[in-house]
């Protein structure tokens, strides 16, 4: 009687425990189907909340890059000398050289006033110095005064002075001379293993990618048809205009914002195995651009053109 009790106790308390293994068990598992898709739309969200960080920063670094490059293509001192501003595409590309991404535009103009410095006469020189900015090999340089502006020719000693011999031209004695540097800027096949902008300056023998991640680009001038200084009409032609007309560039471009997972097989390739979503956008001059979302985004700026 005793054993026989003993196995009854025994074969109930075995089955309690087996019943609170299970009621754990079930447990465990409710838990783990609520707590493994809240972690995941965690992750799903921080890495949304990254990327627009990521995009967020990236937009700054190349709207400061196109600030500094392209303000200074437009009107420079009160003289008011007009220059010419070319816009093209790859089929009427000026370097032959080099494989322009397809697709996108480039720019060629007059960087003045990139370094600008006030001069003053004594005797019969100009004198004067550049500070606070590189001149690197640049010896052409702009004198504006407002009755006229003109082109001359001198060179700087290691801290930016200068020193002209009087042009006979001259009417002031006094004004602005800034530096002058003929460039042009495009998007092509990048030292990252993807496309960025380039520059090329006629001063230089080699070109120079001033910032990666710039997959497409399209220029579209803002012109002043009326003299009365506000944007009268936005142009998609092709060609030549000039500074005195344009007032601001408007700026559509494809960025890269973070590491894409696609293969690159081309210069210009967007799309490669691996890649899941490929949107295609139609831009202002009706070109479709392919892009990456999950890495890629299309943007624009409003640059307002002139060395204040």
């Known amino acids: 009687m005793r054993c026989s009790a003993r196995g009854a106790i025994k074969a109930t308390v075995n089955g309690f425990l087996l019943i609170e293994v299970l009621t754990a068990c079930a447990i465990l ?37 196109f600030e500094a490059q392209w303000q200074s293509i437009g009107k420079f001192g009160c003289s008011g000398v007009p220059r010419s501003i070319v816009i093209g595409n790859e089929f009427n590309a000026p370097l032959s050289n080099r494989a322009f991404a397809s697709g996108s535009d480039w720019l060629k103009g007059l960087r003045l006033g990139e370094c600008v410095a006030e001069y003053h006469q004594t005797g019969s020189h100009l004198v004067g110095q550049f500070s606070g900015c590189s001149i690197n090999q640049i010896n052409t340089f702009q004198l504006d005064q407002c009755s006229r502006s003109f082109s001359v020719n001198t060179s700087l000693n290691h801290d930016g002075r200068f020193n002209i011999t009087l042009p006979s031209e001259l009417i002031e004695t006094s004004g602005l001379i800034a530096s002058s540097e003929p460039t042009l800027w495009y998007v092509a ?10 520059k090329k300056s006629e001063l230089e023998r080699a070109a120079q990618e001033i910032e990666s ?46 590491h894409c997972s696609t293969l690159v097989t081309a210069p210009t390739s967007h799309v490669g195995s691996g890649s899941s979503t490929v949107v295609h956008y139609t831009n202002f001059r009706e070109k479709r651009w392919s892009y990456d979302p999950s890495c890629e985004s299309v943007a624009g700026y409003l640059l307002e053109l002139g060395v204040k």
């Open 213 to 258: 991640g710039v997959e497409h680009i399209a220029f579209y001038p803002l012109l002043d048809t009326d003299g009365d200084g506000n944007a009268d009409a936005i142009s998609t032609e092709y060609g030549a205009v000039m500074s005195s007309q344009v007032i601001g560039i408007w700026v559509e471009y494809v960025y890269r914002f973070t």
């Open 29 to 65: 598992g409710l838990c783990l189907s609520i707590l493994i898709p809240v972690q995941q739309w965690l992750v799903r969200t921080q890495s949304h909340q990254q990327d627009v960080l990521n995009k967020a920063q990236k937009r700054r670094i190349l709207e400061s890059q």
């Open 189 to 198: 096949f990048g030292q990252a293993g993807r496309n960025g902008l380039w």
